[in-house]
């Protein structure tokens, strides 16, 4: 079609990588929306595609206002390709759908009209049905071969096998996630959007990511902080498409990412994610049922529980024969440290109290829960765990003592409820 004279209304941004059937699904779905296809328009972002790709795209310009970018094969670049598709496009509102989504017939038009409402800025979370890395949906692919996404959806909807993998939390906070503590942990880009000036204004996809999964949690958490408003969309819904998944290189790569957002956004919230994404390591054994934001009013238990206590007394002790020179590391340092203690790195979970302690070059100063921190494989001679952590034990034991002795040559605990 012919691009017209005015600005689209919405811009839809699709990486894509070697998936041009897949692609063509996507594409189809778009021209079958009910917004005009003027008002809208479509970016097709490649990350370096070998196969028709490109002629599949050229294939819908008498259908859709469509545009594309090809970037060279580097290796994994999806945060690269989505910023690269948000330059080239022109709407204020961005659209992100992952490359074989198939989006609803009214998707563009529900996307729109949550960002047109009155108030303050929005990152809308579109609806996906089929999205069950871990649990695929049986038969899936024959049904939407047989019926078309949108009868699919009419026919299973209500099904839990076919619903979105994030439907037990979205059900739990009766689709309201300004109830939610975390809510950019949903913040999934196989299908969302957000204003373009707020993309821009955080600076976009963080473009470190060379591997599947987490920019779009780490963008998530610059829009929060920036912030914006979370909103899930049953109306924007889409479909994913099956199709074949290295799920066990996936796992991998996830928590490889949660990593990099832990060192890039060090805080309570973001180890509790590591740890999620880590529970399966062996030396967690991790068998619990648990998400993250259950787990935040137990950890607001712990600090209240802890705020006032001092631990000058324990730390006096336990450095009585660390030698001189010593790397020093203190899980549950508190608000303050007896005379005269040498350099160190202090961690705590009550931010509050960390305040207190002085923060000078001597000092590295971390509000962490120690359930893993940013510090290097064998960053000190020593871990100093005191009875501040105490509350954390039961549920967090394993996971402190695993990292105290990645990061420490040797570890001591004082309190009686700690291994010593």
């Known amino acids: 079609m012919s691009t017209p004279d005015s600005a689209p209304l919405i811009s839809v941004v699709v990486p894509t990588y070697n998936r041009a059937e897949l692609l063509r699904g996507t594409l189809t779905a778009l021209a079958g929306q009910r917004m005009p296809a003027a008002q809208f328009e479509v970016v097709v972002a490649d990350d370096g595609s070998t196969d028709d790709t490109r002629d599949c795209v050229h294939a819908f310009t008498d259908r859709l206002r469509v545009r594309y970018a090809y970037q060279e094969d580097l290796g994994f670049r999806a945060a690269a390709a989505r910023n690269t598709g948000a330059r080239l496009a022109s709407g204020d509102v961005l659209v992100f759908v992952d490359t074989g989504v198939l989006p609803g017939p009214d998707f563009l038009a529900a996307h729109l009209a949550v960002h047109r409402r009155p108030g303050p800025s929005r990152a809308v979370i579109g609806y996906t049905y089929g999205y069950r890395p871990d649990d695929p949906t049986p038969g899936l692919d024959a049904a939407l071969r047989s019926y078309g996404p949108e009868e699919v959806v009419r026919r299973f909807g209500a099904t839990p096998a076919f619903q979105d993998?994030?439907?037990?939390?979205?059900?739990?906070?009766?689709?309201?996630?300004?109830?939610?503590?975390?809510?950019?942990?949903?913040?999934?880009?196989?299908?969302?959007?957000?204003?373009?000036?707020?993309?821009?204004?955080?600076?976009?996809?963080?473009?470190?990511?060379?591997?599947?999964?987490?920019?779009?949690?780490?963008?998530?958490?610059?829009?929060?902080?920036?912030?914006?408003?979370?909103?899930?969309?049953?109306?924007?819904?889409?479909?994913?498409?099956?199709?074949?998944?290295?799920?066990?290189?996936?796992?991998?790569?996830?928590?490889?990412?949660?990593?990099?957002?832990?060192?890039?956004?060090?805080?309570?919230?973001?180890?509790?994610?590591?740890?999620?994404?880590?529970?399966?390591?062996?030396?967690?054994?991790?068998?619990?049922?648990?998400?993250?934001?259950?787990?935040?009013?137990?950890?607001?238990?712990?600090?209240?529980?802890?705020?006032?206590?001092?631990?000058?007394?324990?730390?006096?002790?336990?450095?009585?024969?660390?030698?001189?020179?010593?790397?020093?590391?203190?899980?549950?340092?508190?608000?303050?440290?007896?005379?005269?203690?040498?350099?160190?790195?202090?961690?705590?979970?009550?931010?509050?109290?960390?305040?207190?302690?002085?923060?000078?070059?001597?000092?590295?100063?971390?509000?962490?829960?120690?359930?893993?921190?940013?510090?290097?494989?064998?960053?000190?001679?020593?871990?100093?765990?005191?009875?501040?952590?105490?509350?954390?034990?039961?549920?967090w034991g394993r996971h402190i003592l695993a990292e105290a002795h990645r990061v420490g040559r040797t570890v001591r605990g004082a309190g009686t409820d700690l291994p010593g």
């Not at 979370?230 to 819904?237: D, G, H, L, N, P």
């Not at 290189?249 to 957002?261: A, E, K, P």
């Not at 590591?274 to 950890?299: K, M």
Request: glycine letters at 6%; aromatic letters at 8%; one cysteine or more.
């Open 165 to 395: 993998a994030r439907q037990p939390t979205f059900a739990s906070i009766r689709y309201d996630l300004s109830r939610m503590p975390l809510p950019w942990s949903l913040f999934w880009t196989l299908n969302c959007s957000v204003p373009a000036a707020d993309l821009r204004a955080v600076g976009g996809f963080d473009e470190d990511f060379r591997s599947w999964g987490g920019e779009d949690l780490e963008l998530g958490i610059r829009l929060h902080r920036r912030g914006l408003a979370f909103e899930v969309s049953r109306e924007a819904w889409a479909v994913d498409t099956p199709h074949p998944r290295s799920v066990t290189q996936d796992v991998g790569d996830n928590r490889s990412n949660m990593l990099t957002i832990l060192r890039k956004h060090p805080e309570p919230e973001t180890e509790l994610m590591w740890a999620w994404f880590s529970r399966h390591l062996p030396q967690l054994a991790d068998t619990r049922t648990w998400f993250v934001p259950q787990e935040l009013p137990a950890i607001q238990r712990a600090i209240d529980r802890v705020r006032t206590r001092d631990v000058t007394a324990e730390l006096t002790r336990l450095c009585d024969d660390v030698p001189p020179g010593a790397r020093i590391a203190v899980f549950g340092c508190g608000p303050a440290l007896p005379a005269g203690f040498p350099p160190a790195v202090l961690l705590d979970f009550d931010e509050q109290q960390l305040r207190h302690l002085p923060h000078d070059s001597r000092h590295q100063i971390h509000h962490s829960l120690g359930i893993r921190t940013v510090l290097p494989d064998d960053a000190v001679d020593v871990v100093l765990i005191t009875s501040r952590m105490t509350p954390l034990w039961r549920r």
